[in-house]
Every structure is written in C-alpha cells, then in structure tokens.
C-alpha cells in the first residue's frame, strides 16, 4: 500500500508517499521563511503560504519516486493540533483527493505522528516503548502499548520545551526559529557559567514546567551591560540549555523505572538537539536502556510521519469520515 500523507499543521508545507508502512519513498518539506521578521509563526501568512505551496509540493513528492496519483491506494493528514487555517489546507486537500479518487483517508493526530516517525526510523522496534515528545508546541512523557493506544505519563504544565529553546534564541538576539543557532551557540559556552532553575525537578513528578527556566533567562540578562551579554552570550545559552535537558533527562529515567520499560523513543524537533542526544545516549547507556531518535528530518513536522501513521490505520482497515474537521488543540488522547 502506498500513502501519500500531507502536513500543514503550522509552518512546513510537506507531501510524502510512504510505502509498506516503513518504506520514506518521498518527504519533501518547505520550511517557511515569510515569519522570521516577525520573530514568530504570523497564523494568516502560514495558511496563505500552504495554498500557494500545497501543489507543487506533491507534484515534486510524486515526481521524486515516479508516482502519480494513480499508484497512490490511499491518503493521511493532519487534522490536529495546530493552527486550524493552517491544517484545513492540508486536511482539505487529502480529504478532496481522496473523495475524487475513490480512495480511503485517514486523519492523523500530529503527536501520534511524531510517535510514529521512529517506527519509520528503527523498523525493527515494535510499537510498545516509552515517548519523550518533545517538541515547539508539546513536551509530553507518552506510555506507547501499541499505535493508538497512549497513556500520558506528563507534560508540561506550561510552556513547552521548544518554546523556551526559541524564546531564549529571541533574547539572545539569534532570530526565529531560532533552537538550532542555541544549540550551536552553546557547544562554544560553559554549562556551568550560571545555574538555571530545574522546574519540577527531584520532586517525583513526571510533568514539565518551562516558563520560570525561560523567564530566569531573561531576567538574568536583563541585570547585564550590552558588553557583558556579548561576551557571555554563549555561557548563557550553554546553562541555559543544561537546564533544559536535565529536566528531560532526570523524568525520562524517573519514567523509565515507573514503566519498567527498557526502550526510549525520543521525537519531536527538540530531539535533534546535540546535548539532548548526548546526555540521553550517557545516561540511558548507564542504565542499559535503548534509547532512539528519528534522523534529523525527521524530527521537526514532515508528512513522513504522518503517511507513516495514516497506513498503520488505513492498513486496518480505519478509516475517517470526509467531514473529519481540523481541531487546533486536539489532545494525543
């Protein structure tokens, strides 16, 4: 069965054929450029840019393998959470292509999808382990018994861990999106240059907070001259980023021993973070744990994931209904 599975839930137009369930046939992904002057995801300008980009995406996604629509048994997309003009063009488009096809549709819960993109990643894992999504929009602790069965351990009681990563980025003047130059930034700085609040932490909880690391930031650089943040502009974003990911660090290992899992799947954009790897790898390989990651593309939105999670269901014979709506915050469960 081939999939062809479409995400737009906020600021990535992407197209992508999976094919017997594992198989990333295609994946294109077009990250938008039009909000970085703003400094954050402007909704009207994401929607605008899916209508204008939607087509010769898939045409190019169908192109790359040599596909058309008609080698194409069945369609995904993401119908939640996310901005809602944003995923009614996705959503719209599949559910449009799979009506005048006579074809079957799925849609696809985005965390589901982001849960899926290791299963893509590792084809020999099953599908029960433990989840740390984390992500720009969600950081969760998701208990996986199996696609389409959850139990959410923890998540955060605020802020996401993303967010923090892309608000600190702002505050240092790194631009928007701005996780990638922070974790850049930091491999040149002292983890130790100042101690950061661990919101949450040894308190035997599993839910995350990150406004208060995020606001400490920025209260931290407020008290500095425009000298003193140019010199430590690194220092800053190398503790800052220690906070974060010992946070993530101490309550996957506090869930691990809870579940008596011995398998850690990490996804979302957050999982391609360098120190994040590198402190999981450490202390999972302590523990004698398994811990994986998607590859990097696949780790921030694709429709890989979700063509992935769209032909688990559709393998099922599950289907949605063709007035199946976008719901912006629709929970994993």
């Known amino acids: 069965m081939n999939v062809l599975g479409i995400e737009t839930s906020c600021d990535e137009t992407s197209v992508a054929v999976v094919g017997d369930g594992h198989q990333v046939l295609s994946n294109i992904i077009y990250s938008q450029s039009v909000h970085k002057k703003f400094g954050g995801v402007v909704p009207e300008l994401a929607s605008r840019e899916h209508i204008k980009r939607i087509v010769p995406i898939m045409n190019e996604a169908l192109d790359e393998v040599g596909m058309t629509l008609d080698d194409i048994d069945g369609y995904a997309a993401t119908f939640g959470p996310g901005l809602v003009g944003a995923l009614l063009v996705g959503l719209s488009m599949a559910k449009s292509l799979a009506w005048g096809r006579n074809k079957p549709f799925y849609a696809v819960n985005h965390l589901e999808g982001h849960i899926v993109a290791n299963l893509l990643a590792h084809p020999d894992l099953d599908d029960n382990f433990l989840t740390l999504l984390v992500s720009g929009g969600h950081t969760m602790l ?17 802020d996401a861990a993303g967010e923090a990563f892309d608000k600190v980025a702002k505050i240092l003047g790194l631009g928007y999106p701005g996780g990638v130059a922070l974790d850049k930034l930091a491999q040149t700085g002292d983890p130790e240059y100042f101690r950061f609040p661990r919101a949450l932490s040894g308190k035997g909880r599993l ?13 931290h650089v407020k008290k500095l001259s425009d000298e003193d943040l140019a010199s430590k502009k690194a220092d800053i974003a190398a503790s800052f980023q220690e906070a974060a990911v010992d946070v993530l660090c101490d309550k996957s290992i506090l869930a691990l021993k809870k579940t008596g899992r011995e398998l850690l799947a990490i996804s979302g954009g957050v999982a391609a973070n360098s120190r994040l790897r590198n402190r999981m790898d450490e202390v999972c390989d ?43 915050y629709q929970k994993l469960v």
């Not at 839910?207 to 209260?219: C, I, R």
């Not at 921030?300 to 559709?314: F, P, Q, R, V, Y």
């Open 142 to 158: 998701i208990d996986v018994k199996g696609i389409g069965n959850y139990t959410v351990l923890g998540k955060t009681l605020d």
């Open 207 to 219: 839910d995350f907070s990150y406004s208060g690391l995020k606001t400490a930031v920025a209260l």
């Open 286 to 328: 302590k523990l004698g744990i398994r811990v994986v990651y998607p590859p990097l593309h696949l780790c921030t939105d694709n429709a890989a994931m979700i063509a992935g999670a769209g032909h688990i269901h559709l393998s099922r014979g599950e289907t949605s209904p063709f007035n199946a709506n976008a719901v912006p």
